[in-house]
């Protein structure tokens, strides 16, 4: 089960603080975003082609847009509606980038034991 | 300030769409989008390649690692004077961790949550998301840091730190200028116009860019500099102390 068997401490250690790191920021940091618009929405304001971004994006077929509107989780108090979106988008980033990198750098050697899939990042997304 | 009710949010909140440097649909055409997804595709697939060659399996860990930080790095935007926000765009941050190659996967992981989860960012415009604020920042960032790097010292805190800083904020201004360009080439806006614009505002947010990079390379220098893609010397031997000749 442990394909890696040096170093498994330190990163357990490497992962524990730096997912820790990245939650606080998520969690306690969003609820203080700059609510200004950001470059280029402001540059679309400006010069008036904001209008030009579709009104139904294929992002709003998918399921996620049922649960998410933006940075925001759908169905509960707005003060936690972005720190949830957060932290379920933080932990998806970082199953997604494992899931990526664990498939691409599958044991070149051919251990047997490795082979079997390893958090395929659908799950990940379904928080 | 004029504010245009255009805000696609079903729930009719108030706030305007906050895409930051992400472009939603409907800002590209097709020529566009299909040239940008060609090219952040092609770049993608040497990364895959590059990073199944050269990589050792421990980096995965931090491949997640960099992905979370980026992505709730990128949901604090900084207010830069005049109105408008920034916030982090993380490819050169990315690239001089983790090297141009798994940083790009890494960038492409983040772009694929923001898009398909959140609607930051069109689904059909998401190459040219990708290659404007990933690929350029762990390419041409990179490639900018190794040279600043290089010329002050490759074992020296000063060498990493001035290095990605100023990589992390040229990245962000040359992804500004993509962006005009691909805005001007889709007939969105005249060019020169969303040039001057795009550009005006992204060398003050690259600022940011630089600073929050400068610090998130001094933490890793600090703590563990045996992580970078690139160590410092005696890095390995020295894990504990990052002050090395």
């Not at chain 1, 082609?49 to 992002?59: C, K, L, V, Y």
């Not at chain 2, 060498?159 to 100023?166: F, L």
Request: hydrophobic letters at 50%; charged letters at 10%; proline letters at 8%.
């Amino acid at each position: 089960m442990t394909p890696s068997p040096h170093r498994s401490l330190p990163n357990r250690l490497l992962i524990g603080t730096g997912l820790g790191i990245a939650l606080i920021i998520a969690v306690l940091l969003s609820p203080f975003a700059s609510q200004h618009p950001d470059g280029l929405d402001r540059v679309a304001q400006d010069l008036e082609f904001e209008h030009r971004a579709s009104e139904e994006p294929a992002a709003h077929k998918l399921p996620f847009y049922r649960l998410f509107d933006e940075y925001a989780l759908r169905g509960v108090p707005e003060a936690v509606a972005t720190p949830l979106a957060g932290l379920l988008g933080t932990l998806a980033a970082f199953g997604l980038a494992w899931g990526i990198g664990k498939l691409v750098m599958r044991p070149a050697s051919g251990t047997g034991e490795g082979s079997g899939e390893t958090a395929p990042p659908e799950d990940l997304e379904q928080d | 300030m004029q504010l245009f009710p255009l805000s696609p949010s079903p729930l009719g909140l108030m706030a305007p769409p906050y895409f930051a440097l992400h472009i939603p649909d409907g800002f590209l055409n097709p020529p566009v989008m299909l040239v940008t997804w060609v090219a952040a595709i092609a770049l993608i697939t040497v990364c895959l390649r590059q990073v199944k060659a050269d990589y050792q399996d421990r980096i995965v860990p931090l491949m997640g690692v960099c992905a979370a930080f980026i992505f709730a790095a990128q949901m604090i935007n900084f207010p830069i004077p005049g109105g408008t926000s920034g916030h982090l765009l993380g490819g050169t941050l990315a690239g001089v961790l983790l090297g141009p190659w798994a940083g790009s996967l890494v960038m492409t992981a983040v772009f694929i949550v923001q898009a398909v989860i959140f609607q930051d960012g069109g689904i059909l415009v998401m190459g040219a998301n990708i290659f404007n604020m990933g690929l350029i920042g762990t390419f041409f960032g990179y490639y900018v840091f190794q040279t600043i790097r290089r010329a002050i010292g490759q074992n020296k805190l000063s060498g990493m730190v001035i290095g990605s800083a100023i990589a992390a904020w040229a990245s962000v201004v040359v992804a500004a200028v993509v962006c005009a360009l691909q805005l001007g080439l889709s007939g969105t806006v005249p060019f020169s116009v969303a040039l001057i614009a795009m550009v005006g505002w992204h060398i003050v947010i690259g600022i940011g860019e630089a600073i929050i990079t400068a610090i998130a390379v001094t933490f890793i220098w600090r703590t563990r500099p045996d992580l970078f893609y690139r160590p410092p010397r005696k890095a390995a031997v020295l894990a504990h102390s990052g002050v090395v000749e």
